[in-house]
């Protein structure tokens, strides 16, 4: 067991072992050797350093600067020697050392060790749940210190009687609550408009266009004349001699006018004898 005594940390037997049980509820005693052993939460210790004033480790892993216990300041408090009515707590600005067991923020590293056990809990959640000690401030401070017999003979001397005293309610306030002129709300730009950006990337959609009958009759008997054209030349330039009654409908397609109005000029075909 941890034992703090006469400013020296001690290691100290009492019989108590800490037994870490598989589970979140504690039996209520242990049978051990035939006999019945009592089971406690065991608490977190807490344990303060004596060199900077803060919790979670001791004076020999200490690697932060040195702070007085007693008066706060940047010096070692085994050498500091302020009287006990000047002591000034650097944790919560408390007329007592910081190592004191009554100061604010020890009770609150208790509660927090206390908060871990019983909750199983880290200790940064625990730590969320206790709000940290806020300060004494400076004229806070200066009320809770006692008035020295001196200093009250000063004040009720006979030099500072013909002072002026001015009460509370003599004093006047100079603060003006000036309102100012509310700011018309701005205008709201126009948001998106999911069938206008739509419009923009469609694709474009061209009108169809009608069809020129009489262009297209015109160009298919242009394109009949010139076949039959070349039909008559390749039948008059050939040696085959032809049937009596295809070279009746060639005659007939000589006489068929071409583009420019006039007959073919090409030679006629002749119809073969009749061979006997």
Same mark, same amino acid.
Request: charged share 15%; aromatic share 6%; glycine share 2%.
């Given at each position: 067991f941890f034992f703090f005594f006469n400013n020296v940390n001690q290691f100290i037997s009492t019989g108590t072992v800490i037994i870490t049980f598989d589970g979140q509820v504690l039996p209520t005693r242990v049978y051990m050797c035939y006999t019945a052993? +009592?089971?406690?939460?065991? !608490?977190y210790p807490t344990v303060q350093c004596y060199q900077c004033c803060r919790f979670g480790h001791v004076k020999n892993q200490c690697r932060s600067l040195p702070k007085c216990y007693k008066c706060g300041q940047g010096h070692s408090g085994d050498t500091c020697q302020v009287e006990e009515e000047d002591y000034r707590c650097c944790l919560c600005n408390g007329s007592h050392q910081a190592i004191d067991k009554k100061c604010l923020e020890h009770n609150r590293q208790r509660a !927090?060790?206390?908060?871990?056990?019983? +909750?199983? =809990?880290?200790?940064m959640e625990a730590i969320k749940m206790h709000p940290p000690v806020s300060k004494m401030s400076y004229a806070e401070a200066l009320f809770s210190t006692p008035v020295s017999s001196s200093s009250s003979k000063d =004040?009720?001397? *006979?030099? $500072?009687? #013909?002072? *002026?005293s001015y009460s509370k309610s003599e004093s006047q306030s100079y603060k003006k609550t000036v309102f100012a002129k509310p700011r018309s709300p701005s205008k709201l730009g126009k948001g998106y408009d999911r069938f206008a950006h739509s419009d923009i990337i469609k694709d474009p959609v061209f009108p169809k266009q009608? *069809?020129? =009958? $009489? $262009?297209?009759n015109i160009e298919n008997s242009m394109k009949i004349a010139d076949i039959i054209k070349i039909l008559i030349q390749l039948l008059s330039q050939s040696n085959i001699v032809t049937p009596s009654h295809v070279a009746t409908v060639i005659e007939a397609l000589y006489h068929i006018p071409n583009n #420019?109005?006039?007959q073919s000029q090409s030679g006629s075909v002749e119809l073969p004898e009749p061979q006997q």
């Open positions: 052993l +009592s089971v406690e939460l065991y !608490i !927090i060790k206390e908060t871990m056990s019983k +909750s199983c =809990i880290s200790y =004040i009720h001397s *006979p030099q $500072n009687s #013909n002072l *002026p009608k *069809p020129n =009958i $009489n $262009n297209n #420019n109005g006039s």
